[in-house]
């Protein structure tokens, strides 16, 4: 899943358009805001922001080399038997209630 942070300016949008740019080469500009999480960590806190995007073709992924070293496209269901990072299966759980 792409991610990453907002720059300073950045709108949390601004950002989710700029970083699948940048981690996989995919427009990500028409997609909407879906929800937040809030994350703790004993060091830092954080924002998980979700977004959707609905494609007519399956897009394809040029992974960036300085971002990521591979990816696989896995079901919601996969995703939740991987190891993740903290949280992010809450996010899955969410974003993917109904077909869980």
């Known amino acids: 899943m792409p991610a990453g942070k907002v720059d300073t300016g950045e ?10 740019k940048e981690e996989t080469n995919i427009d990500l500009s028409n997609g909407e805001y879906f929800d937040k999480r809030y994350v703790r960590y004993p060091e830092y806190d954080f924002i998980y922001h979700m977004f959707r995007k609905r494609f007519e073709e399956r897009p394809q992924v040029k992974i960036n080399p300085k971002e990521h070293k591979s990816f696989t496209r896995k079901t919601p269901q996969e995703a939740l038997k991987s190891a993740l990072i903290r949280d992010l299966d809450e996010c899955i759980k969410l974003f993917y209630k109904e077909n869980i």
Do not use: F
Request: glycine residues 10%; aromatic residues 0%.
């Open 11 to 20: 709108t949390a949008i601004e950002a989710m358009i700029r970083e699948g």
